[in-house]
């Protein structure tokens, strides 16, 4: 079977956001490939809401430090696959504060970012109720592309080992 290239575009620089979901990780998977075909850096970022910490009375650094090293872990693996896949230039940050304008606005940005690649949305109906979706707020405001991964690496619709619905 012929693979046919549909994006003749040409990115240099690719932003995913990661946050340990399942749908961060295939965003991850299908950014690699983009990246490798593209021969484009691949930046990873991790945002820490610190608007989570808020609201915890006994709120002291170590959460943050614990979230961080979590964060670090998952990041360090990340880059390792991807570059296993053949991918030479990856990097990642950790950032903290709002992800939606992080990840939409400040990092595109700082790093010259011309495409970022989101998975559909790591949150629940609820919380997508209440906070909204950080993917939803990405594609509306992004100062580039973006595109939402919404399937496995053979596009099949995209169903979380963990998901009960």
Same mark, same amino acid.
């Given at each position: 079977?012929?693979?046919?290239?549909?994006?003749?575009?040409?990115?240099?620089?690719?932003?995913?956001?990661?946050?340990?979901?399942?749908?961060?990780?295939?965003?991850?998977?299908? +950014?690699?490939? &983009?990246?490798?075909?593209? *021969?484009? #850096? =691949?930046?990873?970022?991790?945002?820490?809401?610190?608007? $989570?910490?808020?609201?915890?009375?006994?709120?002291?650094?170590?959460?943050?430090?614990?979230?961080?090293?979590?964060?670090?872990?998952?990041?360090?693996?990340?880059?390792?696959?991807?570059?296993?896949?053949?991918?030479?230039?990856?990097?990642?940050?950790?950032?903290?504060?709002?992800?939606?304008?992080?990840? +939409?606005?400040? &990092?595109?940005?700082?790093? *010259?970012? #011309? =495409?970022?690649?989101?998975?559909?949305?790591?949150?629940? $109906?609820?919380?997508?109720?209440?906070?909204?979706?950080?993917?939803?707020?990405?594609?509306?405001?992004?100062?580039?592309?973006?595109?939402?991964?919404?399937?496995?690496?053979?596009?099949?619709?995209?169903?979380?080992?963990?998901?009960?619905?």
């Amino acid at each position: 079977m012929k693979e046919v290239t549909i994006m003749l575009q040409q990115y240099n620089h690719i932003l995913v956001p990661v946050d340990g979901s399942y749908e961060a990780e295939l965003a991850f998977k299908k +950014a690699v490939a &983009v990246a490798k075909r593209n *021969d484009a #850096d =691949l930046h990873l970022v991790h945002v820490v809401d610190t608007r $989570a910490f808020q609201n915890i009375s006994s709120f002291d650094t170590t959460m943050v430090e614990e979230v961080t090293d979590t964060a670090k872990k998952t990041l360090d693996k990340y880059v390792q696959e991807a570059k296993d896949a053949g991918v030479t230039n990856v990097d990642y940050a950790i950032e903290y504060g709002a992800p939606k304008t992080i990840i +939409a606005r400040d &990092v595109p940005q700082n790093l *010259d970012i #011309d =495409l970022i690649m989101i998975g559909a949305t790591g949150l629940n $109906a609820v919380e997508r109720l209440l906070i909204g979706s950080v993917t939803e707020y990405v594609t509306r405001t992004a100062v580039c592309d973006v595109l939402v991964v919404r399937t496995d690496q053979e596009n099949k619709p995209a169903k979380a080992p963990h998901q009960d619905h």
